[in-house]
């Protein structure tokens, strides 16, 4: 399990006081409107007492509060509605349903969920996905028609950077990470860098629809291995295609094609094995917010700064 779930915010509500006034409404709903209601009640107040902050309570009063759930979704909740939730809110309320209150408190609890691409499907590895024990439903666990940029951001795990080569045209800046994703073909993945404007900064995380996702500037040669239920990813830029663009700073992000959509993800930097200066001289990684990587390139590393370099010998 992850760490501490946050305190409730001082705005929130008691999670049992929205579970209430779910039913209220619930109870009251009646005629054509009463599916759309109860999906926005259940997305609503119900996603609500769903959250980290509930774990927060004594164990009887959590007790309660799923029971109330429970019985609120036997009495409201349909397999239309069910599957209009967005899967983490689907998760969590399938399994209060289910009444395994240690299954549910593991998926709340869950915030970077490994996934599975499977014959294009895209599964969301919440505590009980594929457990024979638990015989839960695929659906529950899967992420149709949303966005999960979020917990795969979170999920990727950095490995180690390094500067390799011996010769200025086999210079190489390499990273290697792990990526939350099983199944993945050789050609979801997608690595390079794209040029930053000046103050901007490289921690932006976009998902577009698959035909529209975005790509590199300037690719990396990509190696992947898969690894039980990650994947490790293995990339390489050649140095020269970025000294040959001039002096600039570099964001080196990685592209997933993941069932509907194209993700645009920053690469973060190792805590552990980083090289920060890099070869020729006049490269270098630096980290923005949530350590997302840029690479420069100052004017010694480009041909012009070389030649000026090579000057300055020939008139020693």
């Not at 397999?79 to 399938?94: F, G, K, M």
Request: charged share 30%.
């Amino acid at each position: 399990m992850n760490a501490s779930p946050p305190a409730a915010p001082a705005h929130a509500s008691e999670p049992a006081e929205r579970v209430a006034a779910a039913e209220r409404i619930l109870d009251s709903a009646a005629g054509p409107d009463h599916d759309e209601q109860a999906y926005r009640v259940f997305a609503g107040e119900v996603a609500e007492a769903l959250q980290p902050f509930t774990l927060t309570l004594a164990p009887d009063e959590r007790v309660k509060c799923w029971s109330a759930i429970a019985d609120l979704a036997d009495a409201h909740l349909t397999d239309a509605i069910r599957l209009r939730l967005p899967v983490e809110q689907r998760v969590r309320l399938s399994l209060a349903q289910h009444r395994d209150h240690a299954l549910l408190e593991a998926a709340i609890a869950e915030r970077k969920p490994r996934f599975l691409l499977e014959d294009g499907r895209l599964f969301a590895r919440y505590p009980g996905f594929r457990e024979a024990a638990h015989d839960l439903a695929d659906e529950w666990f899967e992420a149709t028609d949303e966005r999960v940029t979020a917990p795969l951001a979170l999920g990727i795990e950095p490995r180690y950077l390094v500067w390799t080569g011996v010769k200025r045209e086999n210079y190489r800046l390499e990273y290697s990470c792990y990526l939350p994703v099983e199944g993945l073909p050789d050609a979801a993945v997608r690595v390079g860098v794209v040029r930053l404007a000046e103050g901007e900064a490289p921690g932006k995380r976009t998902a577009a629809p698959a035909a529209e996702a975005a790509g590199p500037e300037i690719d990396a040669v990509v190696e992947i291995r898969a690894e039980g239920a990650t994947a490790t990813l293995t990339a390489a830029v050649r140095t020269e295609e970025l000294t040959a663009r001039g002096v600039g700073r570099w964001s080196l992000r990685v592209y997933l094609d993941l069932g509907s959509f194209g993700y645009d993800l920053p690469l973060k930097a190792p805590r552990g094995y980083l090289q920060r200066l890099g070869m020729p001289i006049g490269l270098a990684v630096a980290w923005g917010e949530k350590r997302s990587l840029v690479v420069k390139v100052d004017e010694r590393a480009t041909w012009r700064g070389l030649s000026r370099l090579r000057l300055l010998d020939f008139r020693k």
